[in-house]
């Protein structure tokens, strides 16, 4: 499995961004999927995830009522809808495959960087 994100980049404070993670390979091997980011300074921190067949989704609580995780597995994509974004949100965003038998992937990041 590989994944690759898309989506980042430089937004005023109350805009939007909408990330993508395109996954390629052997995609059914995927139980669960997140979003995670990481800030200068900062551990990693879970975003927000989301079960192989989209039911069941988990956020953290800074995001909550702000952001929309989902995916569409006909094109293997999961999103990340972001709304009245916050200079706090500012990181470096990744996504991650949880798979059933294998260690997790993750992609390669894509920078968020919300102005004041």
């Known amino acids: 499995v590989q ?7 430089l937004v005023q404070a109350g ?9 390629s390979g052997i995609t ?36 909550k009522g702000r952001f929309t995780i989902s995916r569409d597995n006909a094109k293997r994509t999961m999103y990340l809808q972001m709304n009245s974004l916050k200079p ?6 990744y996504c991650k495959a949880d798979r059933y038998a294998d260690p997790p992937v993750w992609g390669q990041g894509t920078q968020v960087t919300v102005s004041s």
């Open 15 to 23: 805009g939007s961004l909408r990330l993508s993670c395109a996954a």
């Open 28 to 63: 059914f091997e995927i139980k669960r999927m997140g979003w995670y980011r990481q800030a200068p300074g900062k551990e990693r921190e879970l975003v927000a995830t989301i079960t192989s067949s989209g039911g069941v989704t988990n956020y953290v609580g800074s995001v």
């Open 88 to 93: 706090e949100d500012t990181a470096v965003y």
């Open 3 to 9: 994944l690759v994100e898309s989506g980042g980049g």
